[in-house]
T-cell receptor, first 112, second 113 residues
Framework: KQEVTQIPAALSVPEGENLVLNCSFT??????LQWFRQDPGKGLTSLLL?????REQTSGRLNASLDKSSGRSTLYIAASQPGDSATYLC???????????FGKGTMLLVSP | EPEVTQTPSHQVTQMGQEVILRCVPI?????FYWYRQILGQKVEFLVS????????KSEIFDDQFSVERPDGSNFTLKIRSTKLEDSAMYFC???????????FGPGTRLLVL
């Protein structure tokens, strides 16, 4: 059974810092991995989708990397802003299935 | 930009009552999903739906749950006889293909008393 773990559970940084969020998964037979952002009491906003054949994906200040063989992904946020404060979730999709298995998330607080 | 919408945003019901949660997926998407998130816990998959039938379901999705696409735009989740432990945020999602990005709605917060 796929298990997804995210470390740290919470992170507090001053504005302007670069930061890394970590995601690990137990079964490397994944098709892709998706990073989401969740604001308190709200839905999930898709940030990046990285295919198992890719090493990284970039969107603006966000960069996601994937090391499928070691079961790890990182989300790098450059020059963090207070508006980046949210919970960041990673989710993996097993090969041959459409369902996503989620981690519990990292709660990020960026203070001005 | 097209988005997934859900109604109602909040629902309070008594244990044993039936509830129907509604979703309007993105119009050209073919795959539809329901997930739930119990407060403080992970987002969990419930069911996926394609071509008017269930394609995958989790062990959570027992006989108390059912899904339907009653017309060309709506996708519903019905819980026949709600239990206290059904209290959660329920998210609908849709995607163009089975392995494409899933886009989530804002959720329905269900409270069972």
């Amino acid at each position: 059974k796929q298990e997804v773990t995210q470390i740290p559970a919470a992170l507090s940084v001053p504005e302007g810092e670069n930061l890394v969020l970590n995601c690990s998964f137990t079964d490397s037979a994944i098709y892709n991995l998706q990073w989401f952002r969740q604001d308190p009491g709200k839905g999930l906003t898709s940030l990046l989708l990285i295919q198992s054949s890719q090493r990284e994906q970039t969107s603006g200040r966000l960069n996601a990397s994937l090391d499928k063989s070691s079961g790890r992904s990182t989300l790098y946020i450059a020059a963090s802003q207070p508006g980046d404060s949210a919970t960041y979730l990673c989710a993996v999709r097993r090969s041959g299935y459409s369902t996503l298995t989620f981690g519990k998330g990292t709660m990020l607080l960026v203070s001005p | 930009e097209p988005e997934v919408t859900q109604t109602p945003s909040h629902q309070v019901t008594q244990m044993g009552q039936e509830v129907i949660l509604r979703c309007v997926p993105i119009s050209n998407h073919l795959y539809f999903y329901w997930y739930r998130q119990i407060l403080g816990q992970k987002v969990e998959f419930l069911v996926s739906f394609y071509n008017n039938e269930i394609s995958e379901k989790s062990e959570i999705f027992d006989d108390q749950f059912s899904v339907e696409r009653p017309d060309g735009s709506n996708f519903t989740l019905k819980i026949r006889s709600t239990k206290l432990e059904d209290s959660a945020m329920y998210f609908c999602a849709s995607s163009e293909g089975s392995e494409e990005t899933q886009y989530f709605g804002p959720g329905t917060r269900l409270l069972v008393l």
